[in-house]
């Protein structure tokens, strides 16, 4: 991913400081970037880390959006990660109400998120869990307790319409499957590779 590729989804956080100089007149040596404006949250707050493990599947199951918030997604480790994401659809004037409640598949990529780097998700972006590349990547992700409290309710995976989580299994809505590419394969290594992702 990249910070110009990703805007249809949301804000790429990484070494450039964005919006700077706020101007706090305490840290002479520091370049302070002001607040993401698009940045909100329902509630109380929530931050955690999770270690994401690499999987044998490459089969994406299920997309979900939360409306009352932008989730942060940031990498710590110095591991990179995939994350599938679909441009929101709810204010979409091209789309019936059945349309504007599910993802556009056409318009779901995959991006790989490089080490120390992260990003802010547009409300209502379609999005699953981070993916690990190849080795475990940490993320520190910032939540909301109610999406976090829905989530963890759960008994069993299912799709889910409350606590700011709508979570949809897509093998039910629609005919074709979302696959993350193969990672591992030679022409997508030297691809990232020369893009200078370590691997």
Same mark, same amino acid.
């Given at each position: !991913?990249?910070?110009?590729?990703?805007?249809?989804? !949301?804000?790429?956080? #990484?070494?450039?400081?964005?919006? /700077?100089?706020?101007?706090?007149?305490?840290? /002479?040596? $520091? @370049?302070?970037?002001?607040? %993401?404006?698009?940045?909100?949250?329902? !509630?109380?707050?929530?931050?955690? &880390? /999770?270690?994401?493990?690499? *999987?044998?599947?490459?089969? $994406?199951?299920?997309?979900?959006?939360? +409306?009352? +918030? &932008?989730?942060? %997604?940031i990498g710590i480790?110095? /591991?990179?990660?995939?994350?599938?994401? #679909?441009?929101?659809?709810?204010?979409?004037?091209?789309?019936?109400?059945?349309?504007?409640?599910?993802?556009?598949?056409?318009?779901?990529?995959? %991006? $790989? @998120?490089?080490?120390?780097?992260?990003? @802010? @998700?547009?409300? !209502?972006?379609?999005? =699953?869990?981070?993916?690990?590349?190849?080795?475990?990547?940490?993320?520190?992700t910032f939540n909301?307790?109610?999406?976090?409290?829905?989530?963890?309710?759960?008994? *069993?995976?299912?799709? +889910? =319409?409350?606590?700011? $989580?709508?979570?949809?299994?897509?093998?039910?809505?629609?005919? &074709?499957? %979302?696959?993350?590419?193969?990672?591992?394969?030679?022409?997508?290594?030297?691809?990232?590779?020369?893009?200078?992702?370590?691997?």
């Amino acid at each position: !991913g990249t910070y110009e590729n990703l805007k249809p989804y !949301g804000e790429m956080i #990484g070494n450039e400081v964005k919006q /700077a100089g706020l101007g706090i007149p305490f840290y /002479a040596s $520091v @370049i302070e970037g002001k607040n %993401f404006p698009q940045f909100t949250l329902y !509630g109380q707050p929530t931050c955690r &880390t /999770a270690q994401i493990l690499p *999987k044998e599947s490459r089969s $994406v199951l299920w997309l979900e959006r939360h +409306m009352r +918030m &932008t989730q942060v %997604f940031i990498g710590i480790s110095d /591991a990179p990660f995939i994350m599938v994401l #679909g441009a929101p659809t709810q204010d979409r004037q091209d789309l019936s109400e059945e349309g504007r409640s599910r993802p556009d598949m056409s318009d779901v990529k995959a %991006f $790989v @998120i490089p080490p120390g780097h992260g990003l @802010i @998700i547009h409300v !209502g972006t379609w999005h =699953d869990f981070p993916v690990a590349l190849n080795k475990p990547a940490t993320c520190l992700t910032f939540n909301s307790a109610e999406v976090v409290e829905a989530l963890s309710s759960m008994e *069993k995976p299912d799709e +889910m =319409d409350f606590g700011d $989580v709508y979570k949809l299994q897509l093998c039910k809505h629609f005919t &074709t499957d %979302f696959y993350t590419a193969d990672w591992n394969s030679p022409q997508h290594k030297s691809r990232l590779e020369a893009g200078g992702i370590p691997l």
